[in-house]
């Protein structure tokens, strides 16, 4: 049974800009700022670079996307570029820790900015056990949403998306031409930083905005579900991230624009500190709602947080199963992962093992938000350099084949991106070390287990993409079909 094909080319833009558009912006436009230094000028220019980064990473995947239109996105491309093993590292990661990490961590956040807003008249939020089980409800409610239908999931995606642009829109008009502070490009001191440091901090606030502009990938694992997937798919990505680069980078322009450089820079050290902050946010609806009780601002400022983190799980939890799909049909998953609901047409066994995981990280209270951003960041730089090193591999293995669209500036756009992922790579695993070494650990475990249970799959491989040769045997037993039997003599 197939997949239904439901999403057009805004609901495929507001898909992926609202898996993209989540907490990240709210959370990390400080904390990019105090990596930076507190030079608002180098925070613009880690934001501009990570959105660069990103769109060219968008534009290879466009052409993988409409080269292979199947459902499962990365894991289809790095099967048939480099086999089954590595593949399957990519998506029992992404399984059990990354993508199943970031639904949980989504969830844990959205009861916690919930919290806040109901607290905020005395800054308190809710409890840790109430936080987890807020969490659970909400992942429960929006698995069973996209269990009923892809159409639904799609609805609330709509719907979010467009509500969480507002606060957005808000803070950016006002900030442009409402907001008093001119110099936006303040240095805030990092001339007298040492040189080496003050790179190392802007690479590593780099790899910060991607967190933010993190989803751009989900969007081809549901790429059979378009109903022109091969038209709308490079529209959809190239919108969607364009559209996310310029609403963050004016958001932190608006910010800026609000709130005084001297303010600004407390709020960046404090960041650091404290790995993510929302007191900038805070603060610039306060000097936009001066007029309100602190109560309705606090709804004003939690609210329109928990509406983009809300999106973003939603989008999160549509897409991420279609992968888990895909391994089943490869039998790098048990086959019961490929069932398709015949009602409602959707992978419901992978939903329901997305969502059991899930449960079990928020149920761990596996929510240090840096530590798990930094495993997430290094599993995915890793396979993503893959994957754009495939477009290179098809090109020489492929030549001739189907390519609606090729990658604008190949080679050099694929080549950026590549080298944008090995530099980051490396910032990552010397700024955060640990978190580094489990993952790479996570990754070399998946490798034993692929060599004890699923090495037998050499003797009895998959059903490859190339055709069978040719040997005496095959057209032996071939011509004996053919051959007609001669007629009795009288």
Do not use: C, H
């Not at 957005?168 to 008093?180: A, D, S």
């Not at 709130?259 to 650091?272: C, D, K, M």
């Amino acid at each position: 049974m197939k997949l239904k094909k439901e999403l057009g080319l805004f609901s495929s833009v507001s898909v992926l800009a609202g898996i993209m558009i989540g907490s990240g912006i709210y959370f990390f436009s400080m904390l990019v700022l105090g990596l930076a230094s507190n030079s608002l000028g180098l925070s613009l220019v880690a934001w501009l670079v990570g959105g660069i980064i990103t769109l060219f990473s968008a534009l290879t995947y466009a052409e993988l996307g409409t080269l292979f239109p199947k459902t499962g996105g990365y894991y289809v491309y790095l099967r048939k570029a480099y086999g089954r093993r590595v593949a399957f590292l990519s998506g029992i990661t992404n399984f059990f820790l990354s993508s199943s990490g970031s639904v949980a961590l989504l969830a844990l956040l959205f009861a916690q900015v919930i919290g806040y807003m109901l607290g905020v008249n005395d800054g308190a939020g809710f409890p840790a056990p109430l936080v987890g089980l807020i969490a659970t409800v909400v992942i429960i409610i929006l698995s069973l949403i996209n269990y009923f239908g892809v159409q639904y999931g799609k609805i609330v995606q709509n719907i979010f998306f467009v509500a969480k642009l507002i606060p957005l829109i808000t803070i950016i008009v006002y900030g442009l031409f409402f907001g008093t502070q001119t110099d936006i490009f303040a240095s805030n001191g990092a001339e007298n930083i040492e040189p080496g440091l003050l790179i190392s901090g802007l690479l590593f606030a780099v790899g910060r905005t991607l967190f933010a502009y993190e989803g751009w990938t989900n969007l081809n694992t549901v790429a059979e579900e378009m109903k022109d997937t091969k038209r709308d798919l490079p529209k959809a990505l190239t919108i969607a991230v364009a559209l996310v680069m310029g609403v963050y980078v004016l958001f932190v322009v608006g910010l800026y624009r609000i709130i005084s450089p001297a303010t600004l820079a407390n709020l960046g050290t404090g960041a650091v500190e404290a790995g993510f902050d929302l007191g900038a946010v805070y603060s610039a609806f306060g000097a936009i709602f001066t007029s309100f009780d602190l109560g309705l601002l606090g709804y004003v400022v939690f609210g329109a947080i928990a509406i983009s983190i809300f999106g973003s799980l939603n989008g999160s939890i549509l897409s991420f199963p279609r992968v888990y799909l895909a391994m089943a049909e490869d039998e790098t998953l048990p086959k019961v992962f490929g069932k398709i609901d015949a009602k409602f047409q959707t992978p419901w066994v992978a939903i329901l093992g997305q969502t059991i995981v899930s449960l079990m990280i928020v149920l761990l209270g596996y929510d240090n938000v840096n530590f798990l951003l930094s495993i997430i960041l290094f599993g995915a730089l890793v396979f993503n350099t893959l994957i754009f090193l495939s477009v290179f591999k098809f090109r020489q293995t492929m030549p001739k084949a189907e390519r609606p669209y090729k990658v604008w500036g190949y080679p050099y756009v694929p080549s950026l991106a590549i080298v944008g992922m090995i530099v980051l790579l490396i910032v990552t695993l010397v700024r955060s070390p640990e978190a580094s070494m489990l993952s790479i650990f996570i990754i070399l475990a998946g490798n034993g287990f692929y060599d004890v249970f699923m090495d037998k799959d050499r003797l009895t491989p998959a059903v490859s993409d190339t055709p069978a040769p040719v040997t005496l045997e095959t057209t032996k037993v071939a011509t004996k079909k053919v051959t007609k039997r001669k007629p009795k003599k009288a």
